[in-house]
């Protein structure tokens, strides 16, 4: 009955975003309640393709719907001033940590965001079932025209690997862009630097290691490992680039969403090292139970060595009780066999324009603002994140902390690599979320009550029924 309201509701959603029909403009900018405004503005143009030089300022309304996460809102208070002074479009924005929810009946009514600040695996499933129903804007001419303050295109600002990614070029076949990288950055085990020196320990390099270097922390009742366990969407640090390591080429079968690749021994090799978690009694007791900031928490009293994370952590966690001297560090993940590539998930918020925005040229307009080196060093200024774009990092290095800083090493470790990690859009009509799917198997691998071939199994089930229509 859930399953079916929910399809009801994206159904609906859809139909609301591909109308495009407006009926109620809010009253003032930085709201998190009003309805998003969708009042077309002078200059509005079609939904792709065109013109798509610059527009002159003062034209009309521009209406934003931002997820407000760990990094905050102040750089989107901050960036909405400096466009409106910039082009002298007024901007109406809804910003709040369940935009998601917030945004979806004002939608089915007809009121549609002209841009949006919400991932493709949040929660609510907005992004995604636009994804899948065809319902977001192309944005591959804007990233083929200028920049907002120069005549180089757009794509050459934008770090190599993201827009060919998964993440922002969805369909399978197409190299058209449809989401816009937002924040990138590092996502792996994240552990206390000074705990380390101060036992000197080494950190683990293959799977034999980090069980090795767990049995020792377990003598001194340290856990190896915890995680946000009811939100195990965090554990996708270590899976991806864990299969990825042990799987070379044939990986592109998991973002292609290929039967049988699940059950490939060498996939098979990967989720025994997770159900090893557990067997092993390498998990921290509660983990399961624990939302992201209980299990932070723990990790940062020493109760845990390793948990999934980005860079966000520090500044989310900026209150929170730590052991003395707890300093922010980051390794890849383990591989299988030493000399295989460690591949360091490229953690990355996502941008996108709804294909009926009303004030579709004023979107793009504020989309290429979000490039230029003044908006990126505020990003870093005032979040401490850092946006996928070429120079970014040198950008942010006088705004951001040393632990922040140190966190994108991960990437120049020893045969260390950036992964991308984006599914292929399922076919229209698929019930089939891949994301409950595997973060499910992980929960009850973690809990006992599935192995890790099973977990291959039903991972592989999953994938045979989408390829079915299902």
Not at 289 to 314: C, K, V, Y
Request: glycine share 12%; proline share 6%; net charge negative.
């Amino acid at each position: 009955m859930r399953k079916l309201l929910s399809i009801i509701l994206a159904a609906l959603l859809i139909a609301a975003l591909l109308a495009g029909c407006a009926n109620e403009t809010p009253s003032s900018g930085g709201s998190t309640s009003t309805p998003a405004a969708a009042t077309p503005a002078p200059d509005s143009g079609s939904s792709g393709g065109g013109d798509d030089t610059p527009a002159d300022s003062g034209a009309g309304e521009l209406n934003i719907a931002i997820f407000q996460g760990g990094y905050g809102r102040a750089f989107w208070d901050a960036v909405t001033v400096n466009f409106e002074a910039a082009t002298g479009i007024k901007v109406n924005m809804q910003i709040d940590e369940n935009i998601g929810d917030i945004i979806r009946p004002q939608i089915v009514a007809g009121n549609v965001p002209d841009f949006l600040n919400l991932n493709d695996n949040d929660q609510t499933g907005i992004v995604a079932a636009l994804i899948q129903e065809r319902g977001l804007l192309n944005l591959t001419s804007v990233f083929d025209g200028p920049q907002f303050d120069s005549d180089a295109t757009l794509r050459s600002k934008i770090l190599g690997g993201f827009l060919e990614s998964n993440k922002c070029a969805p369909y399978a076949g197409d190299s058209a862009i449809y989401l816009a990288p937002g924040n990138a950055s590092p996502m792996g085990p994240v552990y206390n630097i000074s705990l380390f020196e101060s036992k000197g320990w080494s950190l683990p390099v293959t799977w034999d290691d980090y069980f090795s270097l767990g049995d020792k922390a377990l003598a001194d009742g340290i856990a190896l490992q915890t995680y946000q366990g009811i939100y195990p969407g965090y554990m996708e640090s270590y899976l991806w680039p864990a299969l990825a390591s042990a799987l070379g080429s044939d990986y592109a079968k998991i973002e292609s969403l290929t039967p049988g690749i699940w059950t490939d021994s060498r996939a098979v090799a990967v989720l025994e090292q997770f159900e090893k978690i557990y067997t092993g009694g390498y998990l921290m007791r509660g983990t399961v139970g624990l939302n992201h900031t209980e299990s932070q928490a723990a990790q940062m009293m020493d109760q845990a060595l390793f948990i999934p994370n980005g860079t966000w952590m520090e500044g989310e966690m900026e209150e929170a009780d730590r052991t003395p001297g707890y300093r922010f560090g980051m390794t890849p993940p383990p591989v299988l066999k030493a000399g295989d590539t460690r591949y360091v998930a490229a953690g990355l918020e996502q941008f996108s324009i709804p294909a009926n925005a009303p004030n579709v040229e004023n979107a793009k307009l504020f989309l290429r603002f979000l490039y230029t080196d003044e908006s990126i060093a505020l990003y870093a200024e005032t979040s401490g994140a850092v946006i996928a774009a070429n120079g970014a990092v040198e950008l942010a290095k006088p705004y951001v902390t040393d632990g922040v800083y140190g966190m994108f090493g991960a990437f120049t470790q020893p045969n260390a690599a950036p992964l991308v990690f984006g599914f292929q859009a399922p076919p229209e009509g698929s019930t089939i979320n891949v994301g409950d799917a595997w973060q499910s198997g992980l929960t009850e691998v973690m809990s006992g009550r599935m192995t890790g071939q099973q977990w291959a199994e039903s991972m592989n089930q999953a994938y045979q029924d989408i390829a079915d229509g299902k």
